[in-house]
Protein backbone atom coordinates (compact mmCIF):
# COMPACT_ATOMS: atom_id res chain seq x y z
CA UNK A 1 0.00 0.00 0.00
CA UNK A 2 1.47 3.54 -0.62
CA UNK A 3 1.97 5.90 1.78
CA UNK A 4 -0.61 8.29 -0.10
CA UNK A 5 -3.53 5.35 0.28
CA UNK A 6 -2.33 4.31 3.81
CA UNK A 7 -3.08 8.81 4.57
CA UNK A 8 -6.26 8.66 3.00
CA UNK A 9 -7.52 5.77 4.85
CA UNK A 10 -6.65 7.40 8.32
CA UNK A 11 -7.96 10.53 7.06
CA UNK A 12 -11.52 9.97 6.07
CA UNK A 13 -12.98 8.06 9.58
CA UNK A 14 -11.73 11.28 11.89
CA UNK A 15 -13.62 13.30 9.01
CA UNK A 16 -16.44 10.95 9.45
CA UNK A 17 -16.00 10.80 13.15
CA UNK A 18 -15.72 14.36 13.39
CA UNK A 19 -18.51 16.52 11.55
CA UNK A 20 -17.05 19.85 13.45
CA UNK A 21 -14.72 19.69 10.44
CA UNK A 22 -17.03 20.25 8.10
CA UNK A 23 -19.35 22.58 9.82
CA UNK A 24 -19.98 25.46 8.26
CA UNK A 25 -18.52 28.99 9.72
CA UNK A 26 -19.77 32.06 10.39
CA UNK A 27 -17.91 35.33 10.42
CA UNK A 28 -21.35 37.89 11.36
CA UNK A 29 -22.91 37.21 14.71
CA UNK A 30 -26.46 37.24 13.10
CA UNK A 31 -26.13 34.83 10.52
CA UNK A 32 -24.23 32.78 13.11
CA UNK A 33 -27.54 33.27 15.98
CA UNK A 34 -29.78 32.33 13.21
CA UNK A 35 -27.46 29.04 11.99
CA UNK A 36 -27.04 27.75 15.78
CA UNK A 37 -30.48 29.39 17.12
CA UNK A 38 -29.44 29.24 20.79
CA UNK A 39 -26.18 29.12 22.58
CA UNK A 40 -24.40 30.72 25.99
CA UNK A 41 -21.38 31.22 24.23
CA UNK A 42 -19.99 31.27 20.53
CA UNK A 43 -18.27 28.22 19.66
CA UNK A 44 -16.34 27.26 17.29
CA UNK A 45 -18.47 27.74 14.27
CA UNK A 46 -17.88 31.56 14.79
CA UNK A 47 -14.97 32.92 13.09
CA UNK A 48 -15.49 36.62 12.90
CA UNK A 49 -14.45 39.32 15.76
CA UNK A 50 -15.49 39.31 19.19
CA UNK A 51 -17.19 43.04 18.81
CA UNK A 52 -18.36 43.91 15.13
CA UNK A 53 -18.20 47.45 13.93
CA UNK A 54 -21.55 47.44 13.97
CA UNK A 55 -22.46 46.04 17.40
CA UNK A 56 -19.59 48.41 18.92
CA UNK A 57 -21.71 51.24 17.58
CA UNK A 58 -24.94 50.56 19.34
CA UNK A 59 -23.32 49.45 22.63
CA UNK A 60 -21.51 52.97 22.19
CA UNK A 61 -17.75 50.85 22.14
CA UNK A 62 -14.79 50.50 20.11
CA UNK A 63 -14.00 47.57 18.09
CA UNK A 64 -11.00 47.05 20.37
CA UNK A 65 -12.97 46.53 23.66
CA UNK A 66 -14.12 43.40 23.05
CA UNK A 67 -13.34 42.21 26.30
CA UNK A 68 -15.94 44.48 27.94
CA UNK A 69 -18.72 42.60 26.49
CA UNK A 70 -20.04 39.23 25.67
CA UNK A 71 -22.66 38.06 23.20
CA UNK A 72 -24.85 35.08 22.68
CA UNK A 73 -27.50 33.27 20.94
CA UNK A 74 -31.22 33.46 21.95
CA UNK A 75 -33.64 31.78 19.94
CA UNK A 76 -31.93 33.13 16.59
CA UNK A 77 -31.29 36.61 17.95
CA UNK A 78 -28.17 38.21 19.18
CA UNK A 79 -28.21 39.29 23.11
CA UNK A 80 -25.03 41.56 23.88
CA UNK A 81 -24.14 42.60 27.40
CA UNK A 82 -21.70 45.05 28.23
CA UNK A 83 -19.15 44.48 31.63
CA UNK A 84 -19.99 46.97 34.14
CA UNK A 85 -19.73 47.45 38.12
CA UNK A 86 -21.51 44.29 39.87
CA UNK A 87 -22.56 42.83 36.45
CA UNK A 88 -20.96 39.46 35.12
CA UNK A 89 -21.82 38.81 32.01
CA UNK A 90 -19.88 35.43 31.62
CA UNK A 91 -22.09 33.86 34.59
CA UNK A 92 -25.50 32.48 34.96
CA UNK A 93 -27.28 33.46 37.88
CA UNK A 94 -26.85 32.11 41.63
CA UNK A 95 -30.59 31.44 42.29
CA UNK A 96 -30.35 29.80 45.56
CA UNK A 97 -32.52 31.33 48.33
CA UNK A 98 -30.71 30.23 51.25
CA UNK A 99 -28.18 32.57 52.90
CA UNK A 100 -24.48 31.45 52.54
CA UNK A 101 -22.10 31.36 55.56
CA UNK A 102 -21.00 35.41 54.24
CA UNK A 103 -23.75 36.72 54.22
CA UNK A 104 -25.24 34.87 57.22
CA UNK A 105 -21.84 36.40 59.23
CA UNK A 106 -22.46 40.04 57.91
CA UNK A 107 -26.25 39.45 59.34
CA UNK A 108 -24.99 38.94 62.99
CA UNK A 109 -22.42 41.93 62.90
CA UNK A 110 -24.59 44.07 60.54
CA UNK A 111 -28.25 43.51 62.62
CA UNK A 112 -30.91 45.87 60.87
CA UNK A 113 -28.57 46.62 58.03
CA UNK A 114 -30.59 47.79 54.88
CA UNK A 115 -28.35 45.41 52.54
CA UNK A 116 -26.23 43.23 52.11
CA UNK A 117 -23.17 44.59 49.90
CA UNK A 118 -22.18 42.23 46.97
CA UNK A 119 -18.72 41.75 47.60
CA UNK A 120 -20.71 39.27 50.82
CA UNK A 121 -23.12 38.15 47.95
CA UNK A 122 -21.56 37.24 45.17
CA UNK A 123 -22.14 39.36 41.90
CA UNK A 124 -23.72 36.20 39.98
CA UNK A 125 -26.76 36.38 42.47
CA UNK A 126 -30.23 37.01 41.44
CA UNK A 127 -31.23 38.21 45.00
CA UNK A 128 -30.70 40.89 46.63
CA UNK A 129 -30.11 40.82 50.66
CA UNK A 130 -30.68 42.49 53.66
CA UNK A 131 -30.69 41.68 57.82
CA UNK A 132 -33.57 41.48 59.71
CA UNK A 133 -32.00 41.77 63.02
CA UNK A 134 -29.35 38.81 62.52
CA UNK A 135 -31.48 37.24 60.47
CA UNK A 136 -30.68 37.27 56.43
CA UNK A 137 -33.81 38.05 54.21
CA UNK A 138 -34.24 38.42 51.09
CA UNK A 139 -35.31 41.91 49.63
CA UNK A 140 -35.28 41.85 46.07
CA UNK A 141 -35.05 38.96 43.23
CA UNK A 142 -34.07 40.07 39.61
CA UNK A 143 -35.73 38.03 36.59
CA UNK A 144 -33.65 35.26 35.02
CA UNK A 145 -34.18 34.26 31.70
CA UNK A 146 -34.86 30.74 29.73
CA UNK A 147 -30.79 30.04 29.85
CA UNK A 148 -30.58 31.36 33.56
CA UNK A 149 -29.00 34.81 33.05
CA UNK A 150 -29.98 38.20 34.86
CA UNK A 151 -32.55 39.71 32.25
CA UNK A 152 -31.86 42.90 33.14
CA UNK A 153 -28.08 42.76 31.94
CA UNK A 154 -28.81 41.38 28.11
CA UNK A 155 -30.53 43.24 25.65
CA UNK A 156 -31.32 42.40 21.72
CA UNK A 157 -28.56 43.73 19.06
CA UNK A 158 -29.08 43.91 15.83
CA UNK A 159 -27.04 45.90 12.41
Known amino acids: MTILRMFAWAVIPVLWVSPVLAQKTYS ?5 CKAVGTIDKPDARYAGPKLPDWMAKQLDMQPNQGNLMEWRCASGTVLACQYGANIPCDAKAGTSHRPTQ ?17 VVTGHDTNLSWACHGPTPAIIHSAQIDDRGYIAKYWRKVSP
Open 28 to 32: DPVAY
Open 102 to 118: PIIDYCRQNPNSGFVPM
